[in-house]
């Protein structure tokens, strides 16, 4: 059996797990590879996906590329930097913020409220810094990482 889906990002690994465990072949295609083949489309819902998918795979099956899940170690450093990357936008939000506010506040307002903005800001500093420790063990226990 093969299985075929679009590349959602992380979403996918679910699928990806769902599949290994159930030793089904996966076939994961960029959406915009699946769009373009189409031709013009009109509409847009799961069940119309779904047969675009299916036409794609029927269309294109000598052009399957099946997926195998990364190592464990590839995995966890995938996601501890997708969580680093949430918690550097989010500083950069609370950052603006403040220079936003200050300009248009008076001097005691923008005290009194800058005190919680900036408590968040050193949280997620001290978030980003143990996830930079996490990355670093990882790297330092795996030789292929490391090199």
């Known amino acids: 059996m093969l299985l075929c889906a679009e590349y959602t990002g992380q979403y996918t690994y679910p699928l990806a797990c ?16 699946i769009k373009h083949s189409s031709g013009v489309q009109r509409g847009k819902n799961d069940r119309l996906d779904a047969r675009r998918i299916a036409d794609y795979v ?9 997926f195998s899940l990364p190592e464990k170690q590839i995995i966890s450093l995938k996601r501890l930097i997708s969580e680093r990357d949430m918690y550097v936008c989010d500083k950069a939000k609370y950052q603006s913020q403040l220079t936003d506010e200050k300009r248009f506040m008076s001097r005691e307002d923008y005290s009194a409220k800058s005190k919680r903005p900036k408590r968040q800001i050193k949280e997620l500093e001290l978030s ?13 226990g795996d030789e292929t990482l490391k090199r």
């Not at 029927?58 to 099946?66: G, I, S, T, W």
């Not at 980003?128 to 330092?140: C, G, H, M, S």
């Open 18 to 33: 769902a599949c290994e465990g159930m030793q089904i072949d996966l076939w994961l295609e960029n959406p915009l590879q």
């Open 128 to 140: 980003v810094t143990e996830i930079k420790q996490a990355v670093e063990r990882l790297i330092d």
């Open 58 to 66: 029927l269309r294109f099956q000598d052009k399957v590329h099946l």
